[in-house]
């Protein structure tokens, strides 16, 4: 089973160009699977069938998983077996017809526009690090880009003068993200100043570098941007993505056309982010309950 697994990955990496952060992913999740399975004595793919995968499913959930992480586990396994399907090591792919956990639908945790300052007020700008660290937050909140994409930035995606930046979004599209004057100052600083500082010998084109002047890595982007949260005093943890969900909230509040917003956000489904709107009305909604003379009491006739 490992050996698959072994022939899956490298089908991801050579084939569809996976990323690390997939690459890993898959690889220890599909393995988490197989030691599950090995466990209770199956011992090939051949011998997985749909009464096992649903004890798996239903030790996730006891485990205390959630059904978005269940959901992401079963996939990764059903694909997996799609290619042993395609490679013809299985007859048919036994986790076809496994239904996924519901999810429940949730709206996306978003920041005031005051905690933004705060977080940003928290940066040290005399180091080449909180040089950069601003550099990457005014990105994120200025052009609503993913995790993913702001870590695989070079220098060459970068255009200041159009405030532009090519990324490579889900499924291995590229498009264009674009930010304003404020992010372009402090990427502006961060490349003159910070940049250099970090950059060795041996630094590649990567934009964002850590203190041995390599790739920053996503973990090490979520723990900064986390850690300033706190300094900042925000007491709930704060993502790279609520920062992409603030952008994208916040275009909403100031009247931006919806289909501009999906445009930027690079997103396929016009009602992926129509619960943008959502967070907007639920806001009005409570706007009117806490400022309306007329809302603020049922005794008020």
């Not at 999740?29 to 199956?42: K, L, P, S």
């Not at 290619?83 to 978003?110: I, W, Y």
């Amino acid at each position: 089973m490992r050996d698959a697994l072994n022939r899956y990955v490298n089908y991801l990496q050579a084939e569809r160009n996976a990323s690390a952060y997939t690459i890993r992913n898959y690889r220890g999740e599909i393995g988490q699977f197989i030691d599950y399975a090995q466990a209770h004595g199956v011992s090939s793919w051949q011998q997985v069938d749909k009464l096992l995968v649903r004890r798996w499913l239903a030790e996730l959930h006891a485990g205390g998983y959630v059904p978005a992480s269940i959901a992401r586990r079963l996939s990764e396994v059903r694909a997996c077996c799609t290619f042993l399907v395609r490679e013809g090591d299985l007859q048919h792919n036994p986790l076809a017809t496994v239904a996924s956990p519901k999810q429940g639908r949730h709206q996306p945790r978003v920041l005031s526009y005051d905690e933004v300052l705060a977080i940003l007020r928290a940066i040290d700008l005399s180091t080449a690090q909180g040089q950069r660290d601003r550099a990457i937050i005014e990105l994120f909140y200025g052009s609503g880009m993913r995790l993913g994409e702001l870590e695989m930035l070079d220098l060459r995606h970068i255009d200041l003068a159009r405030r532009e930046a090519l990324v490579l979004g889900k499924g291995d599209k590229e498009r264009i993200a674009l930010f304003g004057s404020v992010a372009e100052a402090a990427l502006k600083l961060y490349l003159q100043q910070g940049r250099p500082k970090l950059a060795t010998d041996e630094t590649g084109s990567a934009l964002f570098l850590n203190r041995f002047g390599q790739r920053l890595r996503r973990v090490s982007i979520i723990r900064m941007l986390d850690r300033y949260a706190r300094q900042a005093g925000i007491e709930r943890k704060v993502t790279p993505h609520a920062l992409r969900h603030s952008f994208a909230t916040h275009l909403v509040d100031e009247g931006v056309d919806i289909r501009l917003i999906q445009e930027m956000l690079g997103h396929e489904s016009p009602a992926t982010t129509q619960r943008y709107t959502h967070i907007s009305q639920a806001r009005l909604h409570e706007v009117v309950q806490q400022a309306h003379p007329r809302a603020k009491s049922a005794h008020n006739t």
